[in-house]
């Protein structure tokens, strides 16, 4: 194969070169998790029953440990600050509510087909979330500033 093939296009290295490229993309990555924390927060009833409704007994415990991760693993993801820890528990997070609420395989017909994407959505949520932890990792390992990462 030729040698030029296989790098990548100038364009796409000036983009991933972007310092604000980054925090864009942790930014985007934990959007939906500040909005549902945020409003979990703000209506702390529904968010009761909302866990109740999945099984976790009691509510208001499991609730305010969503917020709390939500919230605060977002925290943590959008500062670049203790990322494993953040990444991690929003990862946890994800995979409790790929488990409970998109059971596939106790459905049948239009609802299997939407909880199977669910959850394969959140699988790849699970996935980013790791590739942000490691890059973390390796932007601290080589240095901030040399690296197009370093943002």
Same mark, same amino acid.
């Given at each position: 194969m030729d040698a030029n093939v296989r790098e990548d296009p100038t364009w796409v290295t000036a983009i991933l070169a972007r310092p604000w490229l980054l925090p864009l993309l942790r930014t985007a990555l934990v959007s939906s998790y500040v909005i549902g924390g945020v409003t979990k927060l703000l209506h702390f009833d529904a968010a009761i029953h909302e866990q109740e409704h999945f099984g976790l007994h009691p509510g208001w415990v499991w609730a305010a440990l969503a917020i709390v991760v939500e919230i605060g693993g977002s925290a943590c993801v959008l500062a670049n600050r203790l990322v494993w820890l953040g990444a991690g528990g929003l990862g946890c997070l994800t995979a409790i509510a790929m488990l409970l609420a998109?059971?596939?395989?106790?459905?049948? %017909?239009?609802?299997?087909?939407?909880?199977?994407? %669910?959850?394969?959505?959140?699988? %790849?949520?699970?996935?980013?979330?790791?590739?942000?932890? +490691?890059?973390?990792?390796?932007?601290?390992?080589? %240095?901030?500033?040399?690296?197009? +990462?370093?943002?």
């Open positions: 998109n059971d596939f395989w106790n459905l049948a %017909g239009v609802a299997r087909l939407s909880a199977l994407n %669910g959850f394969f959505e959140h699988l %790849g949520l699970i996935a980013a979330l790791i590739a942000v932890t +490691w890059i973390a990792k390796v932007k601290n390992a080589l %240095g901030r500033s040399q690296y197009f +990462w370093s943002a």
